[in-house]
């Protein structure tokens, strides 16, 4: 078997051919029968078919940090007058065709045409909720941002956008992407494919982003797990300003739980990596597992009750809410 994306070194985390998670964390894999089981098993909880959204233009440069929200991982990161944009999904469905797969509920919280000049892509994976060919072509004509992404994400960029600008790293890589900021690419517990024949053949990953003496920590998609890998990062960057964490998509938790978190494990999550603030990420836009739309949005609320949490140091981003820290 060849992978197609990537020939590389044998790794902690490469056997050759596909890519792992960190030694004693959950088994991600799943097999048919098992999604054959979930679904014939999921409860009939229809999301609304739509849920109105007044779009934001954002303002060209930011000096300070300021989040805008696009919709599911789509964010728009202004940090020290650069632009970034996490996983840009403005496609209507999350799904390798138009016709079928995951339909948005929620429309772009920033219309493509209305986006300020785009620096940089911090790209997690390559699941189709997060790597958009349609979206990234769009970018690169009006933008040609430098893309930053985990192995093996390059080569399926580069098929449709052979002079895209791509840094293409390994867990512990890092990449200036402008005078004074820095993107590292950091571990995170989850999976990728395109196609039925590619599982973990391409590295999935989160990013830690440092610019102007702050640190801005992006999830991606990712489990809980044992907790390590978030530790670990808290320990190595120190005090994260801002974590963008994902919050849905947790249900089932015997299917999900190694590769999504819930929103008890995000508020977890934020503890470990020592953020100071947290924003929630990948929820109500796309339907991809069992709970209901605002689940949560409810569940975040609840949880950092339970602990005793301000509900402002953690918030549940709606498309084209607009956070500023500082």
Known sequence: MRNPYYEGPVSD????????NPAGEPE??????EFLRWRRSAPDNRWPSSVDVTPVTPEARVDGLRVTMVGHATLLVQIAGLNILTDPVWSDRASPVAFAGPRRVTSPGIELVALPQIDAILLS?????HLDMASLQALHARHDPLIVTPLGNDAIIRRRLPSARIEVG????????????RAYIVPALHWSSRGPRDRRM?????????AAGKRVYFAGDTGYGTGNIFRDIGARFGAVDLAILPIGAYDPRWFMAAQHCDPEEAIRIMLDVGAKSALGMHW???KL???????????LAEGLAARGIEPRRFRALHPADVADFG
């Open 13 to 20: 985390h490469f056997d050759g051919i596909r890519f792992l």
């Open 28 to 33: 991600t894999d799943r097999s048919f029968g």
């Open 125 to 129: 994976h390559n699941h189709y909720d």
């Open 170 to 181: 390994d867990w512990g890589d890092h990449f200036e992407i402008a005078p004074g900021a």
């Open 202 to 210: 391409a590295l999935w990953g989160g990013f830690m982003l440092e």
């Open 284 to 286: 109500g836009t796309f």
């Open 289 to 299: 597992t069992d709970e209901g739309r605002v689940d949560p949005e409810r569940r």
